[in-house]
């Protein structure tokens, strides 16, 4: 009988952990650690205190590994590349890699040596840690990092592909690559495996890998809400691509014309103030609430009739999950994978991106009809128990993590 293989030790790296706007990464930490595997996580950047609410991401902050923070050690720094000069050829290997997949021009020239000498610090450590296998979320600077380091230190390297900012500049950030030397690369979606595959070599179709983001259903309260009038959530960052401008036009279109219509929208971002502007007309029937922790997320999604999310871009948001797991039917925009969660008409509505009067239409629909809004959100929840819990997300990954790609493009896992 053949020996079984070692567990292997992970480590998740990502541009910034924890942050709000990224908590399905911290519940596929530890829904990995659920299942016996451990997983050391890193950061490029620490976050701002105001992203650690709970306590599941304070716990994060305290124990993640910073490689900005250690790389500022001028000690640390040259540690780390005299132990890795001990192998002279793979040290210049990757320091030519790193020369070779950065883009034309000095100042993206001068980036690469930045990512080179993260990559230095982040690999020191995962030898000193005796991690076997590095895994990045999303494909931008923080994976050429980890492409980097993983072959300084001599590991596997794998990464998430989200989307859509991973494929805006796909031949920048060398997605042909970043595949070429991954054990496997986890796509969220049809949507974003489609689309690696058009930007990579067919030869590596084969380690491209559907596995959700996903929610922990129980954590939201799937009980009907009775109540007067509708009360509409958004959750997510106050951003230009989130399309809050399009979402306050269409509500301030029938707010007039639905009493007890009302609007809380949930998260922090760079437009604020131009939105609070556009809101102050609509009167306490908008309501900015800032950053809230997970639970505070769930308790709020409790409060609501459904949830808007009027986005331009989305690969397949983890908001629409919860909110489908709380029993709430949804109004989304018919963007990339999204579609593949939201079914139009049974789980909830999808209107094309940008239009306020369509997405106005969309509200009335849901807001004057409370038996509509209930068989929605029954359909929407159990879709999620069924293709969208973190366990069963997890456990798929976790194949992959111990060499058993399958076969297919989804990982086959019991029950």
Known sequence: MPPTPAAPRIAYLTGEFPAVSHTFILREIEALRELGLEVETCSIRETDPQHHRGPSEKHAAATTFYVIRAAKNPLTTLRAKLTLLTDPGRFFRTFLLALRTGSPGIKARLYQMFYFTEAMVLAHHLKSRNVTHLHNHFADSSASVAMLAAELADIGFS??????????????????????????????????????????????????????????????????????????????????????????????????????????????????EVLEDMARPLGDAVYFTGYLSQAEVAETLATADALVLPSFAEGVPVVLMEAMASGRPVIATRVAGVSELVEDGVSGFLAPPGDATGFADRIVQLASNPDLRKRMGQAGREKVLAEFDIRKEAARIAKLFRGDLGDGPRPKIDG
């Not at 690559?177 to 990579?200: D, G, N, P, W």
């Not at 009360?231 to 301030?252: D, I, M, S, W, Y």
């Open 159 to 272: 990464f998430t592909l989200h989307g859509p900012g991973d494929l805006f500049e796909a031949q920048k950030w060398r997605l042909d690559e970043k595949t070429r030397r991954a054990k496997f690369v986890a796509c969220i979606s049809h949507f974003a495996r489609s689309q690696l595959m058009y930007f990579s070599d067919p030869a590596d179709w084969d380690k491209l890998k559907i596995i959700h983001c996903g929610v922990t259903p129980e954590m939201y309260e799937a009980g009907d809400r009775d109540s007067d009038g509708c009360h509409l959530v958004f959750v997510g960052r106050v951003t230009a691509v989130k399309g809050l401008r399009v979402l306050l036009e269409a509500f301030g279109h029938v707010a007039g014309d639905h009493s007890g219509l009302r609007l809380t929208i949930v998260g922090d971002g760079d437009d604020r």
